[in-house]
């Protein structure tokens, strides 16, 4: 059994961090037009809190979701475990490849990995050190077919 543990950040990507910004914008131009608008403080309060709960999200997100490789798993964290797969399951990996839509949806970059297994719904990371993340699984599960996206 192998105890090494191994943690990678996850890759920013500046169309994701772009593209949450813009998002955070346009709550925060909605919660000045609500007030001006309303002059209630309620709703304020409230837009105001949807704003903060983004931001949260935002920040989160991007700095502190890690992606560890310990006793033969694939584990996503943020503040508590999102995502755990055995890697002896794991049957392909395919890189350079954008996952748009999913369940397990964790990376914040584009051109990630897409990890399928026969026991769970494929897995989106973007860790930063790709080459070596790779490496590491294959030294546990030397039957995972890598396959490069083409294009």
Avoid: C
């Avoid at 990996?93 to 914040?108: D, E, I, P, S």
């Avoid at 490496?135 to 490069?148: S, V």
């Amino acid at each position: 059994m192998n105890t090494e543990k191994l943690v990678f950040k996850t890759k920013i990507g500046k169309n994701y961090l772009g593209l949450y910004i813009a998002m955070l914008l346009v709550i925060l131009i909605m919660t000045i037009f609500v007030y001006n608008a309303a002059h209630d403080p309620s709703m304020f309060s409230f837009m105001a809190g949807i704003w903060i709960v983004a931001l949260l999200f935002m920040v989160s997100t991007f700095f502190l979701l890690k992606i560890k490789i310990e006793d033969e798993f694939i584990k996503v964290d943020l503040l508590y475990p999102i995502y755990k797969v055995d890697i002896r399951t794991i049957t392909t990996v395919t890189t350079g490849k954008t996952m748009w839509f999913g369940l397990h949806k964790h990376g914040t970059a584009a051109k990630g990995l897409i990890i399928s297994s026969r026991l769970k719904n494929d897995l989106y990371i973007t860790p930063e050190k790709q080459n070596l993340f790779l490496q590491k699984i294959l030294e546990i599960n030397p039957e995972i077919i890598i396959e490069k996206a083409e294009g």
